[in-house]
């Protein structure tokens, strides 16, 4: 069964004006957008900046107003369940793409740490640094760093302080927002491969967020492209990859950088194909706003923002 | 932009009419009521409650308050029980002191403020700036009623350049030429006084804001393209600084009012500060009301002209 | 792997490690002069003042004497007398005491409040934020003078407490705003919304994540603000409207001096009073001025 389901997802934000501030429009952040993923995957969402791929995440997780549709964790109703289901909240965590920003820089690692637990748990003092520091075991910091600050850690350190935060209520669900992209690229590596491994350890389901293709073809399952709010792709890893069928798809893929320096002039001409097609047939894939059309299935896994063929 | 300005004049009259209900309210709480100030006190406490009733004073609160609104409308702000006067006359004359004394203290604040803010700002960190620094930074830790008083006390009794107190020397024939001087010199030294403090907020926000218009790039293309230094400050710095400076002057009506009641009971200054300590002396309550009443319209008013100028000069106050 | 460990133990113990507001704050103190001497002399005043004061005999000074009538300063007087015999050194010593003492006061009622309205309106936002702000915009509107005088001149019953309130309840505007404008920025962090996702109440949020990193501009204010509290108060009591009679301030000193006579012969009532408010002023403004440029330099470089 999916641990998390999503229909028809919108999130709207009011465009205001004139003397009394009416809403006369809406910014349209997300729109339309469903998808399941089941326990223990990882589903990659990925997207250029202004995609919607931040917002859908934010959605999910209670920090954006839902304007209409629904999300389902574990057949249960959580659309906008804000502050209310607090069983609910604790089984869907987050991690945020800055760690300079996410930790409140006044507080030390054990009072951050301990803040879902203090919400969630009921520890005594001795109990929850005991968890603190096993935490901090688990993300590879030494236990003894807990009276420390944020700001004597590395950022590399700091996204683990991160995410001990988000796994020390053992949540299912854990929405990761480009969790690497501040990073230094040495430490990117580090830090994906630390979440595979507490993936596998606590049975984690991952919503990751990225613009990296490179990077979500490493960690995920399953894949989905959004452009404009609108999902332009979806299917597993393979079909992404192996089989882009959305010229905007063919044009990501086509630009992830190549290793080989053999393949250079392969690469390019590639390239120079991609782009030809998608110039040529801009039309043939987005409507006149510009925007994705609607999901066509072309296999099990795999759909398309296609026009319907009449 | 018109949207702006009606939109800040529908914030206006709630403001207004908030403004009055809270005074009526502490009108209310006042000792005494419109009653006492009408009836000889020796008629029996009985006698005083059937005219009550016959004067509507034993309505409910917001019947009385209607009343008393729409009474306002018409420019009745009630009697005043010590002078036996409506206090619409009373405050007249009060008024016109005021607004002169207000008028001569914007005037000089801007006077001193304008040069000084450029000198400092053009000139910033020399010894110059650091002078005029010097003095705005004490003068904003300087109370005006000492002030106030070191003033009078320097130039009104040991120079004896003012006269130290009144409006007008008593026996002029008003409209004569020596009428009027002898109002404006009773005027100068409360004025200097007042702006000489209150300047120092406009010298430091015009010396801060050409400080930074100095570093913009618009300036640093001005001289690149070879425009003279006074061209420079005369065309393009002046212009975007002096101008929401002149704007202020709304926001200022505030700091005014609570001026003007320190400065006209130092200087014995027949205005409407010296009236409204006086009536609270006297707890002639129906004056302190009028008086708070048209210093808060006043302030209300001033605040909202200075906003929709400032709309109007500067476009990024309206996106809010 | 051990050394290292004992080397981190160590790193821990040493307090000055952590980024404490106030450390920051108190090393800038200590490296600008003359905000150091203003704190010093600050500090002397006011322990001068409240030790005096403790000793000194209230009712004993302002016991109305006809027969020591505006004395000048002599060896009995050391600053002479009032119109009523009264001695000014010890009125000096008390009023200082009264009028700090109402400027903590209010500073800190007004602090309280302005505090918590901005930090509510700021880190709400929106319907409340706008709702909230134009409550704000008609209380700063209103004449703050007049309307304390009417308050002060209606309250049945008198005392320190009501006048600060009711001074507070007129002041606590310009803080109010400032903590506002921060906490809209403040909130759109990532730690803000962390704790959202983590679970944590609103006002959990308020108060223990945003207010403490707002801390220096909460303490940078609130000095400001007691320079000015102190000058009011002190105008408050020259009109007559302050403290009664009986219990002196600085201003009720300086209110001696309406009198033309007093004004131009007799400085002794008033000129030490007028002095020592300014003093006072200056100093609480210095420190804080010393405190504002330490945290706006912080905040330029990062």
Known sequence: MAILKVNDLKVYFPIKAGIFNRTVDHVKAVDGVSFSIEQGKTYGLVGESGSGKTTTGRAVIGLESIYSGKVMFNGKDITNFGRKNSALRKDVQMIFQDPYSSLNPRKRILDIIAEPLRNFENLSMQEEKKRVQSLLEIVGLSPESILKYPHEFSGGQRQRIGIARAIAVRPKLIIADEPVSALDVSVQAQVLNFMQDIQKELNLTYLFISHDLGIVKHMCDDIAIMYKGRYVEQGTTADIFNNPQHIYTKRLVSAIPDINPRNREKQYHFRQEVQREYANSYNDYFDSEGLAYGLQPISDTHLVALPERG | MWKFIVRRILITIPQIILLSVLLFLLAQAMPGDALSGLVDPNVSLEQKNALREKLGLNAPWYEKYGEWASGLVQGDLGQSFRFKMPVSDLIEQRMINTFWLSLATLIITYIIAIPLGILSGRYNDTILDSSITGYTYIGFATPLFIFGLVMLWVFGYQLQWFPTSGSVTPGLEPGSFEYVLSKAQHLLLPAISMALIQTVSTVQYLRSEIVDTKQREFIITARAKGASESRVYNKHILRNSLLPIAAFFGYEITFLIGGTVFVEMIFGFPGMGQLFIESILLRDYSVVNAVVLIFGIAAILGALLSDIILSLVDPRIRIK | ?302
């Open chain 3, 1 to 302: 792997m051990e050394v290292n460990n004992t080397n981190l133990a160590n790193q821990i113990q040493d307090p000055t490690k952590s980024p404490s507001g106030l450390k920051i704050l108190w090393k800038e103190i200590v490296r600008d002069k003359l905000a150091l001497v203003s704190l010093i002399l600050l500090t002397l005043i006011t322990v001068f003042v409240y030790g005096i004061a403790f000793v000194l005999d209230q009712d004993e000074i302002v016991r109305v004497d006809l027969f020591a009538i505006h004395e000048p300063p002599s060896e009995e007087f050391i600053l002479g007398t009032d119109y009523g015999g009264r001695d000014i050194f010890g009125q000096l010593i008390i009023g200082t005491r009264n009028s700090l003492s109402i400027g903590f006061l209010v500073t800190a009622i007004s602090g309280i409040f302005g505090i918590a309205f901005g930090l509510i309106a700021g880190y709400f936002g929106g319907y409340t934020d706008n709702a909230m702000m134009r409550v704000l915009d008609f209380f700063q509107v209103l004449p703050f003078t007049m309307l304390v005088i009417v308050f002060v001149s209606i309250v049945p019953n008198y005392t320190i407490l009501a006048f600060s309130i009711i001074m507070a309840a007129f002041n606590w505007m310009g803080i109010a705003r400032l903590i506002r404008s921060k906490a809209l920025q403040e909130k759109e962090l990532d730690y803000v919304q962390a704790s959202k996702t983590l679970g944590t109440s609103h006002t959990k949020i308020i108060f223990r994540e945003v207010m403490p990193n707002i801390s220096s501009l909460i303490i940078v204010t609130m000095t400001l603000n007691l320079a000015a509290n102190i000058g009011i108060e002190s105008g408050l009591s020259f009109l007559g409207f302050g403290f009664p009679e009986s219990t002196p301030s600085l201003g009720t000193l300086l209110s001696y001096a309406t009198n033309p006579q007093t004004l131009e012969y007799r400085w002794w009532i008033w000129v030490p009073a007028a002095i020592l408010i300014l003093v006072m002023m200056l100093m609480v403004r210095n420190v804080g001025e010393a405190l504002r440029r330490a945290t706006d330099a912080r905040q330029r470089r990062g």
